[in-house]
């Protein structure tokens, strides 16, 4: 598997403390392949709240500015939450390839989530691919996806 051809806009990147190391590893294989990255934190394995880098990154998705994001919490589902009380994110918590890529074909998610302490690198790799990879099939789905803001 290869990481798509992205040329347009940095991939926004958040995380609290416990997904720290699922942040730097994701940032480390875009970074090696030449793919742009905006860091919106944490810097580091210090105790901290996952919502001080949600919204700022959900911002950016919902603003045009970061396309896609990807976040990490200890389960994902913390951060995942915060996310999505944006109007515009579709944070989507994923844990294998499969959902990844239904997450992306069927909801149009912006966001992949991962659990910081489920899962190995070679795992994050596989979904972190698979959710780049994989474009949005609209058509119902996109029917669907339409009816999802409450504004």
């Not at 944490?42 to 896609?68: I, R």
Request: hydrophobic share 40%; aromatic share 8%; proline share 6%.
């Amino acid at each position: 598997m290869s990481l798509f051809d992205h040329t347009e806009k940095p991939i926004g990147l958040a995380s609290d403390h416990a997904g720290y190391r699922v942040k730097q590893f994701v940032a480390r294989v875009l970074e090696e392949r030449g793919i742009p990255l905006r860091d919106f934190g944490t810097y580091s394995e210090e105790s901290c709240d996952y919502p001080d880098f949600a919204h700022p990154l959900a911002h950016a998705v919902e603003e045009g500015v970061c396309y896609p994001g990807v976040a990490s919490c200890g389960t994902g589902t913390g951060i995942s939450i915060a996310l999505n009380k944006h109007q515009g994110v579709r944070a989507a918590l994923c844990w294998t390839p499969e959902v990844a890529f239904l997450a992306r074909a069927h909801n149009d998610a912006n966001v992949l989530v991962l659990p910081g302490r489920l899962l190995g690198e070679e795992k994050i790799y596989e979904i972190l691919v698979m959710f780049l990879n994989t474009p949005f099939e609209g058509g119902r789905h996109g029917r669907r996806v339409s009816k999802i803001p409450c504004r």
